[in-house]
């Protein structure tokens, strides 16, 4: 069954009713909530004389990506919030806080088992996909037959969930004994689908057959009386100790680079984790007070026992839509280069002319391109011949708020999945993303994990929404945290992508720059 709850919603009403309905245990992805959103001097096509620096030749610079897209049995296009209300199935591999991995789907492994082919034959089985094949042979041939797939129908069939960055290491023959607390992936189905359009305010509900017959009349209550969406940061907050402070990380970048220049990598993403005592934060309302202050395109919140996901991510990994029925289109938006504006940075105040600068930096421009070519590569396995291509190289977009945030760099790299592959084989190939990894994968993986003292967890993982084998789009997780409700925790981590000619201090100080979500809002 489907209900419109609302035909003209606008985003206090809806953000309303999603924090009303995150209170009491619902999951959310968050796209950008204003689809005209577009930057100042977001048509400046050229250099700007103000600016010295700016780049010689025109670039693109871009709206804000608006975000989450996806849409059961092609039934439309454009931007949506997802909220997933009362969990019928779970799926949830390698949790270490529980000893029960698995809702109604049986056969899961034990809680501290790695992930291998078992545990993505698992995540087959609960989308409802036969067991996936390895994306990076090609044994099968460009021109076998189509798979067989049935298309979604309503939006209560899409799954939400996350994998953790956690679930790729074994992929690639890593074994990490560092202590974690989330799942190595969750997936989930519910009873209740609400999406909200952000282009026509138009919120409906989508009611399984088995959901409380209830939930529609519940539901209509919530976004009637649902609380004011407001934010009260913490009275006693503490930050915590970095996993790495600033002489740590600095360390490390010159570990990185003697690695680079020993033939090691080419590029390392190295990251480090921050942690708040913040014992009375309600991160629903984090969670909402974030996507209405902190525009990114990428929010999402979901509930893991005692402790919540909060993402507020600016980037696309993966995006997989068959418009009309019509071959599936994949879409990857990496993003490589950022300059940071806002008080205590060198740019205190944006100006049209900042994402001139930061295309015309020879350093960011050649760190995009070296992951552009990774993820042309990691597609290219679940993708048609000679249909991988990049569009829009080197385009900016801004991220954040008005008075402080980030200048970003990204390309769309395309393609068109095979029809003997399904989104999950293209997902599992590319996992984790290389904007978030480095190049090559394998070695640049085995350097982050001797160089990092935490376990990445969720952080530069991914978080997706799927509704059938060539429906999906899914985050990287980045500027992303958690919360434990029993500890009073709130952890989060950020990183840089490390190339021959990095500064160290330049970096630390990026990193610092992407922390600022969590550390100033909780301040």
């Known amino acids: 069954m489907r209900c419109t709850l609302s035909a003209c919603a606008d985003a206090d009403a809806f953000a309303a009713f999603a924090l009303a ?11 950008h909530p204003d689809p005209d959103h577009a930057d100042p001097g977001a048509a400046d096509a050229g250099p700007s004389a103000q600016f010295p620096g700016a780049p010689a030749t025109p670039h693109v610079h871009t709206a804000m990506p608006p975000g989450w897209t996806v849409w059961p049995g092609g039934e439309g296009e454009g931007p ?6 009362g969990p019928r199935e779970q799926l949830c591999l390698g949790d270490p806080a529980s000893g029960d991995t698995a809702g109604p789907t049986s056969g899961a492994p034990p809680p501290d088992h790695e992930p291998g082919p078992h545990t993505d034959a698992a995540l087959a089985s609960f989308l409802g996909f036969s067991p996936p094949g390895d994306g990076r042979a090609t044994a099968r041939g460009r021109h076998d037959a189509s798979l067989p797939w049935q298309p979604a129908r309503a939006d209560h069939d899409i799954a939400l969930g ?27 189905r519910y009873h209740g689908m609400a999406r909200w359009n952000p282009a026509t305010g138009a919120l409906t509900l989508s009611v399984h057959p088995d959901a409380p017959p209830d939930l529609a009349a519940r539901c209509a209550r919530l976004l009637a009386d649902g609380p004011a969406p407001a934010f009260t940061a913490p009275t006693d907050c503490i930050a915590l ?55 990114a395109p990428f929010h999402g919140l979901f509930r893991v026992g ?12 993966l995006r997989v839509d068959a ?124 350097i982050i994990e001797a160089g990092e003292p935490h376990s ?68």
């Open 80 to 85: 949506c919030c997802l909220v997933g209300i």
């Open 241 to 295: 100790p970095p996993s790495l402070d600033r002489a740590g990380y600095t360390a490390g970048v010159r570990e990185v680079l003697r690695r680079i220049r020993a033939g090691d990598t080419y590029q390392c993403n190295l990251s480090t984790r921050f942690g708040l005592h913040a014992p009375g934060l309600d991160p629903a309302a984090l969670s909402l007070h974030l996507w209405r202050t902190r525009p």
């Open 323 to 446: 418009p009309g029925g019509g071959p599936a289109r994949v879409l990857s938006q990496p993003i490589k280069g950022t300059l940071a504006f806002g008080p205590g940075t060198p740019h205190p105040v944006w100006h049209s002319g900042l994402p001139g600068l930061l295309a015309a930096t020879p350093k960011e421009r050649a760190e995009l391109s070296m992951i552009v070519d990774l993820v042309r590569n990691d597609i290219s396995a679940d993708c048609a011949y000679g249909s991988v291509a990049v569009a829009r190289h080197c385009a900016t977009f801004r991220v954040g708020g008005a008075a402080s945030g980030l200048v970003q760099m990204y390309s769309d790299v395309t393609g068109t999945l095979r029809p003997d592959r399904t989104c999950l084989d293209l997902l599992l190939s590319a996992f984790p993303g290389g904007s978030v990894t480095g190049c090559p994968k394998r070695r640049t993986l085995e």
């Open 21 to 31: 309905c995150a209170r009491q245990g619902a999951d959310l992805l968050l796209c």
């Open 456 to 523: 990445r967890e969720v952080y530069c993982g991914s978080l997706l929404a799927m509704a059938d084998a060539r429906a999906m789009d899914a985050s990287i997780a980045i500027r992303t945290g958690w919360h434990d409700a029993a500890t009073g925790r709130l952890e989060h981590c950020a990183g840089s992508g490390i190339v021959v000619d990095s500064d160290p201090e330049s970096e630390y100080e990026e990193t610092w720059a992407k922390g600022a979500n969590f550390r100033e809002v909780c301040a």
């Open 162 to 188: 996350f994998l953790a960055y956690t679930y790729g290491l074994p992929r690639f023959g890593i074994r990490s004994a560092k202590p974690r607390v989330l799942p190595h992936a969750l997936l989930r």
């Open 306 to 317: 005692a402790r919540h996901v909060v993402s507020a991510s600016p980037e696309r990994f």
